[in-house]
């Protein structure tokens, strides 16, 4: 079990009262990450991979000891670990490296995050690729069923999230990985919301690309991290080349490093890197397994509280199927003025709108308007959450009167 009192104490802003569920936004970031980046800062601020007096040998040990350690959170032990600035950055770095050829086929589904899925329609506009998304079920599942119809011979990325952003629903991203094998095709998963709440091993999901950001798992913003096997880093040609890239360079030709550093042009986030990996340290230290344990717990009473309200609407699959993420409206309430009564009521917050996931919102949920979203995290507590349903009663109560 987490000890949640004593992870407060590592969040000061909880101290201003706030209510945050908002982390699948971002998460909140404790002074530890804080005070190894401060360190790098104070204590041997130098840039990496290039100069090789005393504090930029110490700069580069630190940043590449952070790749390890990202590495090792996610046991990627059989391929490499590019450090980039968010997931977004990851899939397209994904999108614009792959060596595509006219005709190939993209499938996705209509559960993504709009960062996993405009790439690749820009995929098709530049290459002439075909993209093609599976519906996921009104819950927000996706089948497997369709995943072993659409995917082909001519599929070369199968790319899913391995948990949405909106409904907390869990993909079966082994299945995904298996059927992408089956036809010679790779499989990206973003796992922007899975990374940060369940322990996810890349060599046991069998994927070829895995993207996640930093930030919505106690790490600093800007911090983020792309995982390639070792059977898709031979179909990538770098995106973007310059300094840090190179083994050498000579007038009218270059030959690049064989490492990640290949994929990392220019000055990288050497606070962030270090900050992720002081981030993913803590995140270990509590144990992903009890973290799941304690946002799951949460997200059961969240859910059925929600869903005994009269006059309340929640999305998404029962608990068992999804992570600590609720979706839902008011009737009567756009959701913006759900999260404004809630902020302005009990200083909780909420996101509200489109999520970057229009396709999900507007053709599968189809709700014009979007929704109001809560989720959890290590730092939330159970009287939060009977906080919030208080809220949330007062407020459907008014709702319905006026109506
Ligand atoms: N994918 C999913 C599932 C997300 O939830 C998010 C952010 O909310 C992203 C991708 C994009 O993450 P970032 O903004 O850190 O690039």
């Keep these: 079990m987490l000890n949640v009192e004593k992870i407060r104490e590592d969040f000061p802003i ?12 971002t998460s909140l970031t404790p002074k530890q990450v804080l005070s190894e980046m401060e360190k790098y800062y104070l204590e041997y601020r130098a840039n990496v991979g290039r ?7 110490r700069a580069t040990s630190a940043y590449e000891a952070a790749r390890k350690r990202i590495a090792s959170f996610i046991n990627a032990i059989k391929g490499e670990v590019v450090m980039v600035k968010n997931t977004t950055e990851a899939i397209n770095l994904v999108a614009h490296s792959l060596k595509w050829r006219k005709g190939d086929k993209i499938v996705t589904t209509l559960l993504e995050h709009h960062s996993n ?41 199968v790319a899913m999230t391995h948990v949405s952003n909106v409904l907390g629903s869990i993909t079966p991203v082994e299945e ?5 094998h089956e036809h010679g095709a790779l499989l990206l998963i973003d796992g922007a919301q899975s990374v940060p709440h369940i ?13 996640f950001s930093g930030h919505k798992m106690c790490g600093p913003t800007g911090s983020g991290a792309l995982y390639i096997s070792r059977e898709a880093w031979e179909e990538l040609d770098p995106v973007f080349v310059g300094g840090g890239t190179v083994e050498s360079v000579e007038e009218g030709r270059f030959t690049l490093l064989k490492g990640p550093a290949r994929f990392e042009a220019g000055t990288p986030g050497i606070a962030e890197a270090i900050g992720l990996k002081r981030a993913v340290e803590y995140l270990d230290a509590l144990n992903m397994d009890h973290v799941v344990k304690h946002e799951r717990k949460l997200g059961e009473r969240m859910y059925e509280g929600l869903c005994s309200m009269e006059g309340v609407e929640v999305y998404g699959p029962e608990p068992k199927y999804k992570l600590g993420i609720t979706s839902f409206n008011v009737e009567g309430l756009d959701p913006h003025e759900v999260a404004l009564i809630l902020d302005a009521s009990a200083k909780i917050a909420v996101r509200s709108g489109m999520h970057c996931a ?14 109001v979203r809560a989720s959890l995290y290590i730092y939330n ?4 959450v009977e906080k919030f ?5 007062e407020l459907t109560r008014s709702a319905l009167k006026r109506k």
């Design 14 to 25: 909880l101290e201003t009262g706030v209510i945050y569920l908002d982390s699948t936004a």
């Design 51 to 57: 100069g090789i007096y005393e504090l930029a040998e």
């Design 117 to 157: 899925y405009l790439p690749w329609l820009r995929c098709a506009e530049r290459y002439g690729v075909k993209v093609e998304a599976i519906k996921p079920t009104p819950q927000g599942m996706i089948e497997v069923d369709d995943l072993e119809k659409t995917v082909d011979d001519s599929t070369k990325l």
């Design 176 to 180: 995904a990985a298996r059927i992408a």
């Design 199 to 211: 322990k996810v091993d890349v060599a046991k999901l069998g994927c070829d690309f895995l993207a």
């Design 358 to 371: 229009q396709p999900l919102i507007k053709q599968v949920l189809k709700k014009p308007k979007g929704t």
């Design 381 to 384: 507590t159970k009287e939060e």
């Design 389 to 393: 349903l208080s809220a949330m009663e």
